[in-house]
């Protein structure tokens, strides 16, 4: 068997309530499918499927990673549309740029295989809602999202998690949860 898994961050419930809260009243007229709140999370590494007999290898992994890693703090400043100015298919909680959050992606990416390269400029995000492209298109003009959004997420642990399809929905799951010192 194998399983449809990814790193993360997970959320404390109070930053969930607040981001479903904000994105009932920001979007209740667009044409955005929302993300449950329950999903939110703060993807560092997507793994795809993985035979069961390599997910401990990669808890492993994981595991070296966080146990030399210091706990920090993301800061997010608004909400924008992504994954570019051009191509817009989500509604995100942007962050700001972190060293540590760099650092943190780069070294899970050495230590699972991936081509580890420069993440200097890689921006931490949640994704709140998908934009439904069709209905989009129709909306003009196109509606400012770019609102402010001011919180913090204290990271103090990554998360592996699967990823399921159940009742015609993505459902994640924590398969192990890896504190930073």
């Known amino acids: 068997m194998q399983k449809r898994l990814f790193v993360a961050i997970g959320l404390p419930e109070d930053i969930k309530k607040r981001l479903f809260r904000f994105m009932e009243k920001e979007c209740q007229n667009l044409p955005v499918k929302r993300v449950r709140p329950e999903n939110f999370h703060i993807t560092l590494n997507f793994l795809g499927y993985v035979m069961d007999e390599n997910i401990l290898n990669v808890c492993r992994s994981v595991q070296d990673v966080a146990e030399n890693f210091q706990t920090f703090e993301l800061k997010f400043a608004g909400l924008e549309l992504g994954p570019n100015g051009q191509t817009k298919k989500f509604v995100w909680a942007s962050g700001e740029k972190s060293e540590e959050f760099s650092d943190l992606k780069y070294r899970l990416d050495r230590a ?70």
């Open 112 to 181: 699972l295989g991936f081509l580890a390269k420069e993440t200097k400029g890689f921006k931490p995000h949640i994704t709140l809602g998908r934009i439904k492209k069709e209905e989009w298109k129709k909306i003009s003009p196109e509606p400012d999202l770019e609102k402010k959004l001011k919180f913090s997420v204290p990271v103090s642990s990554v998360e592996l998690f699967e990823s399921r399809f159940e009742k015609d929905k993505r459902a994640y799951y924590i398969l192990e949860s890896f504190a930073l010192k």
